[in-house]
């Protein structure tokens, strides 16, 4: 679903969608298959706190910008 080059520990963070944990393991797998790829850890999200906001946040800053 995602894919985002970060700092920190790790390089990459990806975001994946799994019918069920067979899925998820075979999702993995095929990503350790991958060139350069070393080692994976894997969280599950077990459900949304705060929705993601980006409509909201750009238009905030739209409106900050003022007219153009």
Known sequence: VECLGISGRSDMSIEVVAVDADDLYRIT?????CRGIRRTETGI???????????Q???????ARGPE
Do not use: N, Y
């Not at 797998?29 to 298959?33: G, K, L, N, S």
């Open 29 to 33: 797998q095929a990503i350790m298959r």
């Open 45 to 55: 999200v077990m459900r949304e706190l705060i929705p993601r906001r980006m409509g």
């Open 57 to 63: 946040l750009c238009g905030d800053w739209r409106d």
